[in-house]
């Protein structure tokens, strides 16, 4: 059985990621187990180049959890084959200083279990407007 039976490719990551990130930001729980409900023990990351393990995955949280105050995910396109998805998506933030949009290309392996075990990830930083909503301009203001 897909994880992505009876659901998009599109679906699954957003569902995926907005899930992981209510929980890291919302909650209380220590973020071990939050990401042991979401990735395997043995799960490695590689974004822009840098490898990230569980336990570099565990303290890059704490910031984010101290510091993101608002955030949306945008979903352009997803492909899934097998076990495997692709997707493309930006997610936008309000940090307590500033507003951040990154958009993201995304390639994932999952599970049997549905929890993802491998990924890659190359990002980009998008310019973001004084509106607070991290990828919006503000109103009547051009981007540099």
Request: no cysteine; aromatic share 6%; net charge negative.
């Amino acid at each position: 059985m897909s994880p992505f039976d009876g659901v998009s490719p599109e679906q699954f990551i957003a569902d995926f990621m907005t899930s992981f990130t209510d929980e890291i930001v919302r909650g209380e729980e220590d973020p071990g187990p939050i990401v042991d409900r979401y990735y395997t023990p043995d799960m490695i990351q590689i974004a822009d180049g840098v490898r990230i393990d569980r336990d570099k995955l565990i303290a890059h949280i704490r910031p984010v959890r101290k510091n993101l105050t608002h955030y949306r995910l945008e979903v352009h396109e997803a492909l899934a084959s097998g076990n495997r998805i692709a997707a493309r998506f930006t997610l936008h933030g309000q940090m307590r200083k500033k507003a951040v949009a990154t958009e993201v290309h995304f390639f994932g392996e999952l599970a049997a279990d549905g929890r993802m075990s491998r990924a890659h990830q190359l990002t980009r930083a998008l310019p973001t407007g004084q509106g607070g909503q991290g990828g919006q301009p503000a109103p009547g203001k051009e981007e540099a």
